[in-house]
């Protein structure tokens, strides 16, 4: 069974610090996706890394997928609170079925 | 539809009763999930379709889910004699066939058993 573990859970920060939220598995996955979810609505797409070590940019984001392609992480500069929400991790498995296991979710608080 | 539909958005009912949801994807969207998410948790996978395979059911928790998809279309996840721990936001999500594929929720549908 693969398993994404997502770290912190809970994070509540200042409008302007650097966080940063970790996805790891001991699976393999052949990509991995980013998702932001807002409350009564569901997740949307932040971005896909599918080659080991890529490192993707999105404004103040900034997703890395590990060599290995068992981990990924999601920096955040400078926070502000329209970062606020739900952010989720999403693994496809070596196999390609198209099938995706989602993380348990960091949920992000940033305060003006 | 321009997004993934899903009704009802609100179901209340009582334990012990059979509950039906249903979820409208994108058109042309090959692949369909359903997953469950308790408040202020991940998403946990129940149920894949993918064109004319054979579902992956997997995720179903007990014989007491099912759900069943016309072809590409709609698709409703059907939940029997529901429990007090069946209690979550149902989402469905759609999309084009691909391991990378992005997947595009509705905005799923609140079950509260009593």
């Known amino acids: 069974t693969q398993l994404l573990e997502q770290s912190p859970q809970f994070l509540s920060i200042q409008e302007g610090e650097n966080l940063t939220v970790y996805c790891n598995s001991s699976s393999v996955f052949s990509s991995l996706q980013w998702y932001r979810q807002e409350p009564g609505e569901g997740p949307v797409l932040l971005v896909t890394?599918?080659?080991?070590?890529e490192v993707k940019k999105l404004k103040r984001l900034t997703f890395q997928f590990g060599d290995a392609r068992k981990d990924s992480s999601l920096h955040i500069t400078a926070a502000q609170p329209g970062d606020t929400g739900l952010y989720l991790c999403?693994?496809?498995?070596?196999?390609?079925?198209?099938?995706?296991?989602f993380g348990q979710g960091t949920t992000l608080q940033v305060k003006p | 539809g321009a997004g993934v539909s899903q009704s009802p958005s609100n179901k209340v009912t009582e334990k012990g009763k059979d509950v039906e949801l249903r979820c409208d994807p994108i058109s042309g969207h090959t692949a369909l999930y359903w997953y469950r998410q308790r408040l202020g948790q991940g998403l946990e996978f129940l149920i894949y379709?993918?064109?004319?395979?054979?579902?992956?059911k997997s995720g179903l928790p007990s014989d007491r889910f099912s759900a069943e998809r016309t072809g590409e279309s709609v698709s409703t996840l059907t939940i029997q004699r529901t429990q007090q721990e069946d209690s979550a936001v149902y989402l469905c999500a759609s999309s084009l066939v691909s391991s990378t594929g992005e997947l595009f929720f509705g905005e799923g549908s609140r079950l509260t058993v009593l």
């Open positions: 999403a693994g496809a498995g070596p196999s390609n079925t198209g099938k995706l296991i």
């Open positions: 379709f993918q064109g004319n395979s054979a579902p992956d």
């Open positions: 890394v599918v080659t080991g070590g």
